[in-house]
């Protein structure tokens, strides 16, 4: 089995829906095994909590700089033996030793379909907000291998939803979320931890 290690910053819904998931039996070949907080009132560590799953709560304030604070979370993540570490709303940023340690064993889930609406600054609403004034059509979410280029690692599995009139950036959040951030996260980690994506001349190939 691998150790699954989720990172999290805010509400902590992807990390709910992997929580869900692996109840269900449709994480294979893995289990969470550690959720990492860079918030200490982050919503995200209740839920690892109803579930019985050790946390840690490594706070960016706490360390002197990105590289201070990227060696706190290295050296957790080596204590936690993480075979994957997923970024699930995390939010803080750490340097490129953190991905260099751990080469496509890092994936992020980010609410766009990259390569649009991504890199620095968008995170979180922002992105949706930046979807709604360009007026494109279809919108979604990517789950990709984190590397040292922001949102710019090997794609692993994208779907998309439709922008409608009168959206708001909240209600295209939840479209995105429900529809499918909370499915592509667990799939993707599921197949991850079957052996199930390799990663050919920097893109991702998934065997489904
Ligand atoms: C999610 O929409 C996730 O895709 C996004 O933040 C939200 C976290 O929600 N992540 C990013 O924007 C990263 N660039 P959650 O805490 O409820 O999972």
Redesign the pocket.
Known sequence: MKNIVVL????????QALIDAQKRGDIKGGRITCVISSKADAY?LERAKQNDIPTRVLVRKDYADVHEYSKAMLDALNEEKADLVV???F?TILDETVCRAYPNKMI????ALIPSFCGKG???LH?HEAVLEKGVKVTG?TVHFVTEVC?GGPIILQDTVPVKNGDTPEIL?RR??ENV?WKILPKAVSLFCQDKIHVENGIAVVDE
């Open positions: 999290v910053s805010g509400g902590g819904t992807n990390l995200a970024y699930a709303g939010m992020n889930v980010h609410p968008f995170y979180g992105v979410a949102d959040q995105v979320m951030e």
